[in-house]
């Protein structure tokens, strides 16, 4: 019994696992490390990206000079990034435009707002970047898994083949196995799927927020232009 319950264990079998088996683990063990990497690296960008997002917003609508809060964002003394870069990048862009004698008013907001859609665009990016990657371990793994599983329990029978009575302790090690492949494949997939579903959701909360500020910012410099 005891020797039975030694060759049913995780690592033991593992271990004793075919070649191809071995392969399968590795590559889902491998996928699921680089996808609990990007997981805690996406945590900390877009948890940092809504921190920002706030702290600028409340500066903005505390009633700051819209001048001295571009110096401060222009100044490089740190580094700009969300909210806070599309600021920027249309205020510079409009500021630029108006000093032009002549400049039409209609002229002047369109090239404003596609300075700021084109730095939404790229912090858009920046936020999604390595989403793909966790959606692509959490559709493909359990397929992988299966691929192992089902390997192994093709090697398992083909053991018995030789046997002229199969009995439990003879197909359960290679049964036991080759689940294993399919544990991992869900390890790796479960997580992937939770965290880039969640990701996803809060990205788009921001891009609407980032949305929101350049139509608001938009009609703030419309009032200023027509002035």
Do not use: C
């Amino acid at each position: 019994m005891l020797n039975f319950s030694q060759e049913l264990g995780v690592l033991s079998l593992i271990l004793q696992a075919s070649i191809p088996v071995k392969l399968v683990m590795g590559v889902l063990a491998l996928a699921s490390l680089m996808s609990w990497w990007y997981i805690f690296v996406k945590l900390f960008t877009v948890r940092s990206a809504k921190k920002q997002a706030e702290e600028f917003e409340r500066q903005f609508w505390s009633g700051t000079d819209l001048i001295g809060l571009y110096q401060s964002a222009s100044s490089g003394k740190y580094e700009t990034a969300g909210m806070e870069r599309i600021f920027e990048a249309g205020f510079k862009e409009f500021l630029k435009l108006k000093t032009r004698a002549g400049s039409d008013i209609g002229a002047l907001m369109d090239s404003t707002r596609r300075a700021m859609k084109a730095n939404f665009q790229r912090e858009l990016d920046h936020l999604e970047s390595h989403l793909s990657f966790l959606a692509t371990v959490g559709s493909v793994s359990p397929y992988i898994g299966l691929l192992g599983t089902v390997w192994g329990i093709m090697n398992s029978f083909r053991g018995l083949s030789n046997v002229a009575q199969a009995t439990l302790a003879q197909v359960a090690p290679g049964i036991a196995e080759a689940l294993i492949a399919t544990a991992i494949g869900l390890f790796a997939a479960i997580p992937a799927v939770i965290a880039y579903n969640r990701y996803t959701a809060e990205i788009d909360r921001l891009a609407n927020r980032y949305e929101s500020f350049i139509e608001e910012f938009s009609n703030i410099l419309q009032r200023q232009a027509v002035s």
